[in-house]
């Protein structure tokens, strides 16, 4: 199946092949003309399976084909993307602009953490999509700056993530200051009783659409687990890198410090390493992204929250440092690798005392 036969207008098409993709991943043809036939959208579909473009695509197409909304002069946003956590939310809007790159269309990014004056202009000079995280959204709207009385179109991207994330107060909020009549796609990995309440309250009949199990891995992941005593894991990890050299890796750890110990460690051994956290400046973790994504930074060492959506075409390693201590973030941090089909590997140090609460048991 090609993208032509999803029914997608030309500029779309020009610059879909522009990008190098030829066939759509099965969220994308899942999702795409359900989107155009309109109606709401519960999309079951993890990080890597290509769900960005799967709804930017049909968004903007509609966008495109239907008649903007009368307002005096100025454009009206109509499309509103939510998702955390910033990095995430700058990676979706930069799929907007490349897939819109032939349209008339303007996007903008909004999140927290930079000064709202850029922010503010942005909105002033009018746009056609916003993509947002909920807490500065909620700002620029409490001071006035935004009206999204016109949105036409809503999406609720990674939204168990945003749940665990503690956004459900502000994603309610959110809810309650758009129109009522509006198409609304919500994109979850996971299903959890919170994720169906929130669609129950958000998606009117809403086709459903799942391309992976619920709370499963991508097949094309390889998944090893190294029985390591606590006082090694640096050491094997080093080692590792050095063996066998890879030259991409992200590695997970539960605590800031210790991401930051571990990267000094890494750079003694001549492994150029940077970290990523909440404690870290908006403009020190884009750069460490954008070193890593470009092979200057050989490992890219991160929290879970600061990890959420990095998007690296076929980033071949991943480890776990230290486990997670819920499954679904294992889920959420393998899915960094083996992403639209391309082959990856994860790898987990499991400490002999930390095995309990999972079921890599000895017996
Ligand atoms: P996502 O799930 O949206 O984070 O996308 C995962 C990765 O797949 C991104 O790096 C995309 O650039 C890439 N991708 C998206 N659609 C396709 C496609 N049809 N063919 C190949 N790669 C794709």
């Given at each position: ?24 991943t099965p969220i994308q043809k899942q999702a ?207 080692h590792l890198i050095k063996e066998n050299n890879?030259?991409?890796v992200l590695v997970f750890t539960r605590m ?108």
């Amino acid at each position: 199946m090609s993208f032509e036969s999803l029914g997608l207008i030309e500029p779309l098409l020009k610059a879909v092949a522009e990008t190098g993709y030829t066939t759509p991943t099965p969220i994308q043809k899942q999702a795409i003309p359900a989107v155009i036939a309109g109606g709401d959208l519960l999309a079951g579909a993890q990080t890597g399976t290509g769900k960005t473009a799967g709804f930017t695509l049909p968004l903007l197409h509609k966008l495109s084909t239907t008649p903007p909304p009368v307002t005096q002069g100025k454009r009206a946003i109509r499309a509103l993307i939510l998702t955390p956590p910033r990095e995430l939310a700058a990676q979706v809007e930069e799929s907007v602009r490349v897939y819109g790159k032939y349209l008339p269309i303007k996007s903008m990014v909004m999140f927290g953490g930079v000064g709202m004056g850029p922010q503010l202009s942005g909105l002033r000079n009018g746009i056609d999509v916003l993509v947002a995280t909920p807490g500065r959204l909620l700002d620029h709207h409490q001071q006035g700056n935004l009206d999204l009385s016109k949105i036409e179109f809503f999406v609720l991207d990674e939204a168990d993530r945003m749940l665990d994330m503690g956004f459900i107060h502000d994603i309610k909020k959110v809810l309650a200051i758009l129109p009522a009549k509006k198409q609304s796609l919500l994109f979850s990995a996971t299903f959890s009783d919170e994720i169906k309440a929130l669609a129950e309250r958000l998606l009117n009949s809403p086709q459903v659409i799942e391309v992976a199990r619920r709370n499963t891995t991508a097949e094309t992941i390889a998944q090893k687990v190294h029985p390591v005593g606590r006082d090694k894991k640096k050491d094997l990890l080093a080692h590792l890198i050095k063996e066998n050299n890879w030259h991409q890796v992200l590695v997970f750890t539960r605590m800031k410090h210790g991401a930051n110990r571990l990267v000094e460690f890494l750079e003694k051994e001549g492994i150029t390493a940077m970290a990523i956290h909440g404690n870290k400046s908006q403009s020190a973790r884009t750069r460490a992204l954008s070193e890593f994504k470009t092979g200057e930074l050989q490992v890219l060492v991160a929290t879970d929250i600061a990890a959420r959506g990095i998007d690296i075409d076929q980033l071949p390693h991943v480890v776990n440092f230290e486990l997670p201590n819920v499954p679904e973030d294992y889920v959420h941090r393998i899915g960094r690798t083996g992403r639209a089909g391309a082959e990856g590997e994860a790898v987990s140090w499991c400490a002999w005392t930390k095995t309990a609460s999972w079921p890599t048991s000895r017996n």
